[in-house]
């Protein structure tokens, strides 16, 4: 009987088709921009300006506007916390986003602000 | 009128397989002889569907029992094996995103933090899932093995019912009184 049980327990455990997860990446979780203010120079031209609390593991920013439907549009990047963007359509109420891009290219979450 | 003459021929392999199979019938008769030949055509139904042996042998509740729960057993066992592959291609599929990234980063893209925690988690949540339905269909298994196998041993083991001597309800006069006698069989 117990040599049974064993054999049964070996042809269940045999056939099993899926393995352990694998380990996570080992990334670092990049610091996202707070406090982005965005300031309307004319119908077409925004300044873009945010704070970011590690910029050392910082390469570059991330861009991105938004309009209509088609979610966010990358619009530039930039290695500075202030950026100058001119907008392909004069919309009131444009929502611009940024995001930080690690130096092991891992971008962070977004962060966005309303044009006045 | 002409006729048609038909010749059966068996293949090796076949052959190979039949002599396997009375072997293993042989050598389990032989391990119970003092009702070899009684179980000998049972034990063979009993083989080739559960509870057919016991149904022989004049045993219809253990028949019914035996047929019912390998039934139930086998109908989980597919079902759950049905879901568990399906769950395991969905993480297989998630892993496979997962791996992506890490390509992607050593080839110098750029990944979000956002993507990779969503298809870790999941990939975890597949993971899981998967975990949950092989129990499942290991406990089918389980169940189906352990009815085959009880429902062979018992049928070598039983006798098969004798009706004469085994009267369900009886009346005996006896000085006491008359006694009314009911039997049940399992």
Redesign the interface.
Known sequence: MKR?IVI?AL??TA????D???P??E?M??PTPKNLVVETVDQLTYDLSWEIDDPAVVKEYRIYSEYGTSGPQLEGTTDTTTIQVISPVALSGLVFCV?A?TL??????LTCGTSE | MPTCKTKTHRSPSGRARSLTTRGLAVALLLAFPAQAMAVDSAFIRSLLVPGTGQAHQGHYTRAAAYAGVAVLSGFGLLISQVY??E??DK??AQ?RI??S??ET?SE???????D?EGT?AL??AE?DS??KR?AWR?GF??TF?ATY?INLVDVLISKPYDADRQERLSVEAGPGGVRITKTFRF
């Open positions: 049974f049964l042809v269940v056939c099993a088709r899926h352990d997860v694998p996570p990446l990334v979780t990049p995001s891009v092991e290219n891992v971008e962070s979450a | 568990y592959n769950a395991v993480y297989d892993k997962y791996a990234y890490d980063l110098g893209g750029v990944v979000s933090i956002k990779i870790y990939m975890q993971h998967a975990e092989f290991n298994l389980v093995a196998a």
